[in-house]
């Protein structure tokens, strides 16, 4: 139900806004919510005018002229693109309501006070109207910005992998819009598929560390200034995170090498890895999958043996052989798989007459290594 009292003087109102939009001003630089934001006195004077006919016009039921019918819109973009905080600006949205409904108090005769009072929610229904409409596009261009920015960043990123970190303005260029120091020490983590664990975005807030996250073909990466005179290694941020985490590099002219060899590093992740592991941990399984389609060449030599042998007795034979490469000890080996010394040796012996190589001496081992990885993609 309408109140035609606030129609009337809304209207009147309307006639000339100048002396609201003043008090409005005035009553916002008591508050000082504005102090410091980027937003000229000129605009600020414009958007309150716009406003006040803008909330006038709907509780007086007129129509709203095309530049005042996206005001809401439009001053809730630009305090976005301003910096303007939210609360700040909702607090000024919040101003023009008492501003509108002191100034009718004002001009109403007293006979017309009661149902002003009646016609209230009017005016706060053509405030929260105005009110949602500027939250909505602050939101969405802030998210716009956010967007805008990422795919800046993302644009510089490529830029400093395609020249190979070579080019120095381009590595200038990328420190400024990353927000990274160019001669400082980094890592690269890489991970497979799959987004970026929350836990680990807030750690890494808590720590302070300066990073670029970006999404890959064949998963994200995360690259990491180091803290100077940082004694930590990275891949103890991220436990029980399954990722790859490069060696430190010298500045971002590295950057790029370092993101080839975390990206390789995660292919060779062992299957049953639930945390971080480190290139230097990985360096055989990278090797392996280096080799690309002569994997399979390496398997058939090294192990190829092994094709006449019952499945049992494969299985068995790789199993101690993979213990026994990971221990260098016999005895050792004996223990985790709890059996006699003799018996390892035996396994250890029979592999070598099947395959022809003896993985008790250097050269065998590391191509029997190899092969075992290699084995591993298949």
């Not at 095309?66 to 949205?93: C, F, K, M, Y």
């Not at 001009?107 to 405030?127: F, I, K, N, R, Y």
């Not at 292919?267 to 480190?278: E, H, I, T």
């Not at 055989?284 to 090294?302: C, K, N, S, T, Y």
């Amino acid at each position: 139900m309408t109140s035609k009292v606030v129609e009337r003087l809304s209207r009147r109102l309307l006639r000339d806004v100048g002396p609201l939009a003043d008090r409005f001003l005035a009553e916002l630089a008591a508050t000082r919510a504005y102090d410091g934001a980027a937003v000229p006195d000129g605009v600020l004077l414009a958007d309150a005018r716009r406003s006040l006919e803008l909330i006038l016009r709907r509780v007086g039921g007129l129509p709203l002229p095309e530049h005042i019918a996206g005001a809401s819109a439009e001053i809730g973009a630009a305090r976005a693109e301003a910096g303007v905080p939210l609360d700040t600006l909702l607090q000024a949205v919040r101003l023009d309501a008492r501003v509108v409904w002191q100034e009718l108090r004002l001009h109403a005769d007293p006979c017309d006070l009661d149902s002003l009072v009646a016609g209230a929610p009017q005016v706060w229904e053509a405030v929260e109207h105005h009110s949602m409409g500027i939250m909505a596009a602050y939101q969405q261009r802030v998210l716009e910005m956010a967007q805008e920015r990422q795919d800046e960043r993302a644009r510089w990123f490529a830029r400093l992998l395609e020249c190979d970190g070579r080019h120095p303005d381009i590595r200038r260029q990328v420190a400024t819009v990353l927000g990274l120091d160019e001669g400082a020490a980094f890592a690269v983590v890489a991970f497979p598929p799959g987004p970026l664990p929350r836990s680990v975005r807030e750690q890494l807030d808590v720590l302070g560390i300066r990073r670029h996250t970006q999404d890959r073909p064949a998963g994200s990466i995360a690259v990491l200034q180091l803290p100077a005179r940082s004694n930590s290694a990275a891949e103890g941020w991220f436990r029980g995170v399954r990722c790859a985490v490069s060696p430190v590099v010298d500045g971002l002219a590295e950057v790029p090498r370092a993101v080839r060899l975390a990206e390789l590093s995660v292919y060779a992740l062992p299957p049953d890895a639930s945390g971080p592991r480190a290139t230097r941990d990985l360096w055989p399984a990278i090797a392996a999958g280096a080799l690309g389609e002569f994997r399979a060449d390496l398997v058939r030599d090294a192990l190829g043996g092994l094709a006449d042998l019952p499945a049992r007795d494969i299985a068995r034979l790789l199993e101690t052989v993979e213990r026994y490469l990971s221990t260098g000890s016999v005895a050792e080996t004996a223990r985790q798989l709890y059996c006699h010394r003799n018996t390892i040796l035996n396994r250890l012996r029979q592999f070598t007459a099947a395959t022809g190589r003896d993985i008790m001496t250097s050269t065998d081992a590391t191509v029997i290594t190899l092969a075992l990885h290699a084995r591993a993609y298949e």
